[in-house]
């Protein structure tokens, strides 16, 4: 996209659209004694908050309660994933190898 002004040279900006690639600077300056001064690309929010994992996500369409749905819609994050694996096979591994 560029955007000029008369005469003066065009400010040039690249607009990323999907998620493939990721966004280019926002604001590009315009050249010396331009009246563009700032050329700002502006991007919308996101519809939904990206997930890393919802392991009930499932039920929630068929769940004939209102706390699945609500339970469904928990995000574990992969800090809390890491420790719900880590803890229990570092106790299991612990017993196996008879580690004290």
Same mark, same amino acid.
């Given at each position: @996209? =560029?955007?000029? =002004? %008369?005469?003066?040279?065009? *400010? *040039?900006?690249? *607009? !990323?659209? %999907?998620?493939?690639? #990721? #966004?280019? /600077?926002?604001? @590009? =300056?315009?050249? =010396? %004694?331009? #009246? !563009?001064?700032?050329?700002?690309? !502006?991007?919308?929010? /996101?519809r939904h908050k990206p997930a890393f994992w919802m392991p009930l996500a499932s039920v929630a369409g068929r769940a004939p309660a209102p706390w699945v749905a609500r339970l469904a819609a928990i995000d574990i994050g992969w800090l809390w994933l890491y420790i719900l694996v880590y803890l229990p096979t570092l106790f299991l591994a612990r017993r196996v190898l008879k580690v004290a």
């Open positions: @996209m =560029a955007v000029t =002004a %008369g005469e003066y040279p065009p *400010v *040039v900006a690249d *607009v !990323v659209l %999907g998620d493939e690639y #990721p #966004p280019t /600077p926002r604001r @590009m =300056a315009g050249p =010396a %004694g331009s #009246p !563009v001064r700032e050329l700002r690309v !502006v991007y919308p929010k /996101p």
